[in-house]
């Protein structure tokens, strides 16, 4: 069923339902509901962990199909942070992979450290910036430095 831009616009409310959306497609290899998620902008870029700065909705939209190319990928968000102002949020995310493995075979867990950014538009809150990064079982363990004077 295809969704009207008032139908998508309201599904889009906040940043973190146009997350939700973003982890959910990603866990079902859903390239086009992927797509719906991006704002209409020539400056959108993904990073994917190791890989080039990919910029534009085509470019993305093609190396999002080379990875469904491998079928769904398990990811959740995991120890999310957030900061809003005004019309832009930026989460931080520690995601938890399943990686791909042989039927029968228990499914090893990699760790990728990724930032996104969501813009709000006319549509609703939309995906400007996907970036992440290796991380390391290590990163499960966040270091938080508590706010101090700087003199």
Not at 48 to 73: D, K, N, S, Y
Not at 131 to 149: K, R
Request: proline share 6%; net charge negative.
């Amino acid at each position: 069923m295809q969704r009207t831009p008032a139908q998508a616009a309201a599904l889009l409310a906040s940043p973190d339902d146009t997350e939700a959306q973003f982890y959910e497609a990603l866990q079902h290899a859903d390239l086009d509901r992927l797509m719906q998620l991006w704002a209409d902008e020539d400056e959108v870029a993904c990073v994917h962990p190791g890989g080039p700065r990919i910029v534009g909705l085509a470019a993305i939209r093609a190396a999002f199909e080379t990875v469904f190319q491998r079928g769904a990928v398990q990811v959740h968000p995991e120890r999310v942070r957030r900061l809003h102002s005004g019309d832009c949020a930026i989460h931080h995310v520690l995601e938890r992979v399943q990686l791909h493995t042989e039927p029968g075979q228990v499914a090893p867990t990699s760790w990728v450290i990724a930032t996104n950014v969501y813009l709000k538009t006319a549509l609703g809150w939309r995906l400007v910036l996907h970036h992440a990064s290796p991380g390391s079982p290590g990163d499960v363990q966040e270091l938080v430095a508590e706010a101090g004077t700087l003199h």
